[in-house]
């Protein structure tokens, strides 16, 4: 394997969600200079959702009209409209329109849905791409994938973004009997939201050179499962492995078997085992894409800002730290698949509950509280990301079909994720957001 073609499927994969990683990270120093306020979170959910309309076109293209979409053309286009959209939001984030007597943010929430759109089609032809080269590449995509996140939050973290020191208020300060009151006061960035917007064009930019690369370099056009002396080699080997499974087959021999493969890429498993596979994709990204995301202010600020900060950037490294155990553990055993998935669905259920408690959640006014909402995010993104990359492992052995399936169940499991929180959290107000500098807690 060349490193050069790990390090170029890396960069691949950081620029299928970096953008919109890129633009939630950067939305506390973005918030407080535009029209929406905090209502524009929820209009960011929505817009992702809308987007889905990039995704569903790919997966009916690919069922109805197979062969008719030019994958390598679709990907070039996407990224090449990421990079525009970043790009051009470093001039036009702030700009406003008079919209039915109030000011709107329409140039934000225009490149918004671009960004989201690209991210969004990107399941379901990134993957898909990446069955051209050797399977040992997909899990490196993956880690790139969960870099994706990853960057954008370290370059956030270097720019200051969110960062309050709790100050005394002012009223208080003339008089002496009156206990001083703690307030967040957010600092200011070091750099603002326009770099940060160029960075994140500069990455998508990096993406499409790494593409580029993936499809004419020599040294990894020579790799390619096309090429003529990998295909005799790998012909010879599964040649040889077919007359030993044939051998081995005709020993054990049972008729009725036949009837229970399924005709899903290779037939390998069954459609029980099929459904089984998907319905747990599906489930993982709902949880680790929208769900818990969604309530990770509420579990952690009762417990400090600190807490936060820590919980979110481990959970950022956790992703792709679980992509990199799965490229040397690659462990295809269903059972072990539900069990992780089972573990961490656990331990999001313990985050939901923090979250539905805030402000007073567990042991708010302890250490040990602020130790184990790190650790449990840890746990949490940790294995479901297992989860999900080995799948993707499992389906890109079932051919590019597999795949293009994947990304389609990715988007749907994120999409049944989102039309179940965006009104518990935005319309009905279901959560209480704890004050980091304030804990009145019994």
């Known amino acids: 394997m060349s490193l050069l073609t790990h390090l170029l499927a890396c960069l691949f994969g950081m620029g299928s969600w970096v953008s919109i990683n890129g633009l939630w990270v950067e939305l506390p120093l973005i918030v407080p200079q535009i029209p929406e306020g905090w209502y524009l979170p929820s209009y960011l959910s929505v817009l992702i959702q809308m987007a889905n309309v990039g995704p569903l076109f790919v997966t009916l293209m690919h069922r109805f009209r197979p062969g008719a979409l030019n994958e390598t053309a679709v990907i070039y ?20 329109v008079e919209v039915a007597g109030a000011s709107r943010s329409v140039a934000l929430l225009a490149l918004t849905f671009f960004l989201a759109a690209v991210d969004c089609t990107s399941s379901v032809t990134f993957l898909p791409f990446m069955s051209r080269l050797q399977p040992q590449y997909l899990t490196t995509y993956y880690i ?15 720019q200051g973004v969110g960062v309050v020191h709790c100050v ?3 009223h208080n300060l003339t008089n002496s009997s009156v206990p001083s009151e703690l307030v967040a006061q957010y600092q200011p960035a070091n750099f603002s939201a326009e770099v940060f917007f160029f960075i994140l064009s500069a990455m998508m930019l990096v993406c499409l050179g790494a593409f580029l690369l993936l499809n ?10 096309n090429n003529s002396r990998y295909t005799n080699g790998v012909k010879e080997q599964r040649s040889r492995r077919w007359s030993e499974q044939k051998a081995i087959m005709e020993m054990t021999y049972v008729p009725s078997n036949q009837s229970k493969r399924s005709s899903f890429g290779t037939g390998r498993y069954t459609w029980w085992q099929v459904v089984y596979i998907f319905l747990i994709l599906a489930w993982t990204n709902a949880l680790t894409n929208v769900v818990l995301p969604s309530v990770q202010s509420y579990s952690c600020l009762p417990y400090g800002n600190n807490a936060y900060h820590l919980s979110a950037t481990m959970a950022a490294v956790s992703n792709p730290l679980a992509c990199f155990i799965a490229l040397f553990l690659p462990i295809r055993s269903l059972l072990l698949m539900g069990v992780l998935t089972v573990v961490g669905s656990g331990v999001g259920a313990f985050i939901m509950a923090m979250a539905v408690m805030s402000p007073c959640p567990l042991l708010v006014a302890d250490v040990s509280g602020v130790v184990l909402i790190v650790l449990a995010w840890i746990v949490f993104v940790l294995t479901l990301s297992y989860v999900k990359v080995i799948i993707g492992v499992i389906l890109r052995d079932e051919g590019h079909s597999a795949l293009v399936w994947c990304g389609a169940v990715v988007q749907l499991g994120s999409l049944l994720g989102a039309v179940t929180m965006f009104p518990l959290v935005s319309v009905f107000s279901f959560f209480s957001s704890g004050d980091p500098c304030n804990t009145q807690c019994p």
């Open 77 to 96: 286009i996407i990224v090449g409209l990421g990079t525009a959209a970043s790009f051009l939001l470093g001039f036009f984030w702030k700009e406003t």
């Open 144 to 158: 790139g994938e969960g870099v994706s996140g990853l960057l954008p939050a370290l370059v956030a973290l270097i």
């Open 168 to 170: 005394s208020s002012t």
């Open 216 to 225: 004419y370099h020599p040294a990894v056009v020579r790799e390619a499962p």
